[in-house]
């Protein structure tokens, strides 16, 4: 058994959180994977024992079910050992808002907010209480991007970097580290799954770069990592403008602009 934390990933039987699960393993850690692909949990376990000597659980779950959210939220609750947590588990959908029924929509939610959500619940107050230990969101840029026509999905991002940002603010100073991680179009599944054609984009990136980007990111702390944005100081731009505007919120009368002409 490692001395160092357990890490818990989901989403980790292929793409993004497969790469994780491997890089870890190669840090020394021992693992908790889920997702709902057992044989793909299996094979990917069996080589990162083999390959890093590590000790791997898999723990077959389907986040749209309560029941099975609930055991991993009690896994992440009780066992001491787990340390980091990695909310990669995530899907993009098919088509624009009007092609999604009410279900597909709730599905996504579920899936891409609701399991983040409570997971980081089921885990933040004993991390908080320990003063230490690590929760990492998986965003996207398309959070930041309601022009893609991804309406569902980008909100549930947006989500996703809202409540890490949130989380830093309320969790660091416990001791706590939450990162949002930020990737663009990355060579996975999620594309076909989503009936995307991944060699229509102009550019994608390959899933071992982001994930080692992120791990980067991840090893100087550092709050939101968004591994394709070449210029770091627009997202500093970005930030300065939001937070500039907070003050400004407070006010007893309506901007002018909006009073009836006189
Ligand atoms: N690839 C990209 O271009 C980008 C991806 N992202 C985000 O990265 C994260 C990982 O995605 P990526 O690796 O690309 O996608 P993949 O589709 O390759 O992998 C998604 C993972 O999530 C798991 N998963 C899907 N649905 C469920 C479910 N209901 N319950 C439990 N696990 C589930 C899948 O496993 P299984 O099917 O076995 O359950 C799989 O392991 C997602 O949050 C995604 O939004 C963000 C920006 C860009
Ligand atoms: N998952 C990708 C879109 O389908 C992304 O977030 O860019």
Do not use: C
């Amino acid at each position: 058994m490692s001395a160092l934390p357990s890490v818990l990933i989901t989403g980790a039987s292929t793409g993004i959180g497969a790469v994780y699960a491997d890089r870890f393993a190669r840090r020394g850690h021992d693992l908790i994977l889920a997702a709902r692909d057992l044989t793909r949990l299996n094979a990917l376990a069996a080589r990162l024992r083999q390959d890093y000597g590590v000790a791997v659980d898999v723990v077959p779950t389907d986040l749209n079910v309560p029941a099975a959210l609930g055991r991993l939220e009690a896994l992440l609750h009780n066992d001491e050992r787990i340390g980091v947590l990695i909310n990669n588990a995530g899907a993009a959908g098919t088509g624009g808002f009007l092609d999604q029924s009410p279900d597909q929509v709730a599905q996504l939610i579920g899936l891409n907010i609701t399991a983040l959500a409570r997971l980081s619940a089921a885990v933040a107050p004993r991390f908080a209480a320990a003063g230490r230990g690590a929760i990492v969101n998986v965003g996207s840029v398309v959070g930041l991007a309601p022009e893609l026509g991804m309406t569902v999905y980008g909100a549930t991002k947006a989500f996703v970097l809202f409540l890490s940002q949130g989380l830093q603010l309320e969790l660091g100073p416990k001791g706590v580290y939450v990162q949002a991680v930020l990737p663009s179009a990355t060579r996975t599944e999620i594309w076909e799954r989503s009936g995307k054609d991944i060699d229509a984009l102009p550019a994608v990136m390959e899933v071992d770069d982001l994930v080692d980007a992120a791990l980067a990111g991840y090893d100087r702390r550092e709050p939101v990592t968004i591994p394709p944005l070449h210029d770091a100081g627009q997202w500093e731009a970005f930030e300065a403008a939001r937070t500039a505007m907070l003050p400004n919120f407070m006010q007893s009368q309506p901007a002018p602009r909006y009073r009836a002409a006189a």
